[in-house]
């Protein structure tokens, strides 16, 4: 029979119900996330299947009754209702898939521009395409069949046994060369490495993708069709186990999908006992592979929720909730609809609150996963494609997979405007964000953070002037000593030893002069005894400096710093150690760095507090005096260094360290009090201005 009107059109006992494909199949279903039963309408010819409730069961089993005045009278009997809407909205469910023998409008015709009306245009598909996208290659189903009894053993309890055994026998033989084994990832970087690496690759996925043919093929499923996914132009196999969706045991339906998993780590733990009986070489780079990244990456990747992989499956039949995703969303956009503007709107569906707050959870996780995701995949196609298709894709996935998504929820928003202005809470909602907008664009007062270094600027490091014997060394650290106050005294055999050379020489060429006006040789050579003698003077002159230098006394006023507090007297040092530094604590300022995001909220002038490390330290107050005018290619003070546990991200360039992001180098000056210098986050309050 065909519909020659619209229900809505006719009066509800008239309405003539369109009639349904005869290829068309009703099975029982799986219990939904509720508990309650559920049946599914099988279309074979596109392979889809259709879960609908047990009020739709109902009615579609009456539905050769001809007409909705049949139907109701058909409930009436079982002292039951029918609502002219629902079976409205099973008529709609019906030609919006297809299932019934014609449109609701026209002839058989009207599917196929229903079709055209549902294609959208070439960039449209191009656009999204691009991202994913499958092609079929095979149809194995009747392979699969044949080949079943073969490898039906691997189903087993011993052949888990076997593979248990495997891995725990592996994983102890590899913890016995460890070391070896974590450098085995060297051979990867040669082209027989990476054959290798490549070769274990596709053997893994074909197996992973075998699997869970297999095991669905085991529980009596069709897998009509397996190929390849491109995402991101990178290529993933597939299996179409939709087949799967009839099945009653959702115990039957996770071992479908975890038996990819299953099997990668089944062929990890082989690899894993295999790499500790092979030798060096390509073979033992692969079986670490396997054993490794393969499945480490297989974790990470194909158990993601958030995708469209293994793991999403696995999570929707664990909970028993088919269209997870749909859900999740409808359910997400509920509760933010509730959170900004208390509409007080039905909930999507009638499920218990932990079910409700797993599904919430799960649209938020995955929101903001895709998000990162759709971002990160934005900037690879940016960095890795040449520039204008790189700045076109990467638009595009903005566009389309971000703010698209976002531009209709807030077009959502818009054409409800007038029953969300109404509540309280969206009132509330709009303060708050008028708010967060005046924090983010008004300037307002607030305090800007900075590595700095408080130090001297009169400062002097003591090192040996020569490697020497400590004679006197009776200081303390922090002690305060005067002008002129001995600080340490050395003890030079090697300076005693060059200076008796020294004069040697000088006694000998001084002999050679006197005598040379009787020698004919010794005259011819006047030039060059001369010019010896001369620098020997000034050698001696320079040892003579050295040697003063052994006994040193504080040339000014100031507080001692032990370096080494190792150190005693009778101790010999090289002519590097570092033993002491005198500081003068009355001449006192501050280095500091900050960001060129940073640098318009300073002004010379601005007060500003130093904040120690060391909690026993008190803070001191400061003057912003200088600010360089261009940033600092290369940092002077290692203090700031990242790789010294520094706050300033550096790298090496040209043999020098040099800051990621360019910094400017600024100069506070000390009040009174300034204490000892220390590294330390510089607190600086100022108006922010701009």
């Not at 609701?104 to 549902?118: D, I, N, P, V």
């Not at 895709?370 to 790189?390: D, M, Q, S, T």
Request: charged share 20%; with cysteine.
């Amino acid at each position: 029979m065909i519909a020659p009107q619209n229900p809505r059109d006719a009066g509800p006992a008239e309405v003539t119900l369109p009639t349904l494909r005869q290829d068309l199949r009703l099975m029982r279903g799986a219990v939904d996330l509720t508990g309650a039963p559920t049946w599914l309408i099988c279309d074979p010819v596109r392979h889809r299947y259709f879960q609908i409730g047990r009020r739709a069961f109902l009615l579609l089993c009456e539905w050769g009754a001809g007409n909705l005045r049949n139907i109701k009278q058909r409930f009436a009997v079982r002292n039951d209702a029918v609502d002219d809407a629902e079976v409205e909205a099973i008529i709609r469910f019906l030609h919006a898939n297809n299932l019934t023998e014609q449109p609701a409008q026209g002839g058989a015709s009207a599917y196929l521009e229903q079709r055209k009306g549902t294609q959208k245009s070439w960039w449209h598909r191009l656009a999204h395409n691009y991202l994913f996208f499958r092609v079929p290659l095979v149809r194995p189903d009747g392979f699969l069949n044949a080949t079943y009894p073969s490898i039906a053993f691997v189903y087993t309890r011993a052949f888990f046994a076997c593979i248990l055994f495997a891995a725990v026998l592996g994983l102890y033989l590899v913890a016995r060369q460890w070391d070896t084994f974590t450098t085995t990832f060297l051979h990867f970087f040669s082209p027989s490495g990476f054959a290798a690496y490549g070769v274990a690759l596709i053997v893994v996925k074909i197996l992973h993708e075998f699997a869970h043919a297999y095991t669905a093929v085991r529980y009596g499923c069709r897998v009509p069709v397996m190929g390849v996914a491109f995402m991101v132009l990178f290529p993933l196999l597939y299996s179409d186990v939709t087949d799967a969706w009839r099945l009653k045991d959702r115990k039957q339906r996770l071992a479908i999908d975890v038996s990819g998993v299953a099997i990668e780590l089944t062929i990890a733990s082989i690899a894993t006992l295999a790499w500790a009986f092979l030798p060096d070489g390509p073979a033992r780079s692969a079986a670490f592979f396997l054993a490794t990244t393969s499945w480490v990456l297989s974790i990470f990747v194909n158990l993601n929720p958030f995708m469209r992989f293994d793991g999403y499956h696995i999570l929707a039949d664990a909970l028993g909730a088919q269209n997870l995703q749909a859900r999740g969303f409808a359910f997400g956009k509920w509760w933010l609809r509730e959170v900004l503007f208390k509409l007080d709107e039905p909930v999507p569906e009638i499920i218990t609150a932990w079910q409700r707050a797993v599904l919430i959870t799960y649209a938020y996780c995955t929101w903001v996963y895709r998000f990162f995701l759709f971002l990160g995949i934005a900037l690879l196609i940016y960095h890795f494609a040449f520039k204008v298709l790189g700045v076109l894709l990467a638009s595009i996935e903005l566009l389309f997979f971000i703010g698209l998504p976002i531009f209709k929820e807030l077009k959502e928003w818009w054409a409800r405007r007038a029953e969300i202005i109404k509540t309280t809470r969206s009132r509330w909602t709009l303060l708050g964000f008028m708010g967060a907008l005046i924090v983010v664009l008004v300037p307002i007062p607030g305090h800007l953070a900075l590595p700095a270094l408080m130090q001297s600027t009169n400062l002097l490091t003591i090192y040996p002037p020569a490697p020497a014997k400590i004679v006197m060394f009776d200081l303390r650290d922090d002690e305060r000593v005067e002008k002129g106050t001995p600080l340490i005294t050395f003890h030079s055999r090697q300076l005693d030893h060059e200076l008796r050379e020294t004069r040697l020489r000088i006694a000998l060429l001084e002999r050679r002069l006197a005598r040379q006006a009787a020698d004919t040789v010794e005259r011819s050579n006047l030039g060059i005894y001369q010019n010896e003698l001369a620098a020997e003077r000034n050698r001696l002159a320079s040892i003579d400096a050295l040697k003063r230098d052994l006994h040193l006394a504080a040339p000014f006023g100031g507080v001692v710093k032990v370096i080494d507090k190792a150190v005693q007297p009778g101790d010999i040092v090289g002519r590097n150690a570092a033993l002491i530094q005198l500081v003068d604590p009355d001449q006192m300022e501050i280095k500091a760095f900050v960001t060129e995001t940073d640098l318009m909220r300073l002004s010379v002038g601005s007060q500003a507090v130093f904040v120690p490390e060391d909690p026993a330290l008190s803070r001191v107050e400061a003057r912003l005096e200088e600010v360089a005018e261009a940033g600092d290619s290369a940092l002077a003070l290692p203090y700031f260094y990242s790789t010294n546990g520094g706050a300033i991200a550096v790298e090496e360039s040209d043999g020098e360290m040099k800051p990621v992001d360019a910094v400017y180098q600024t100069t506070f000056s000390v009040g009174e009090g300034g204490g000892r210098f220390s590294r330390a986050r510089f607190a600086w309050n100022h108006p922010c201005e701009g």
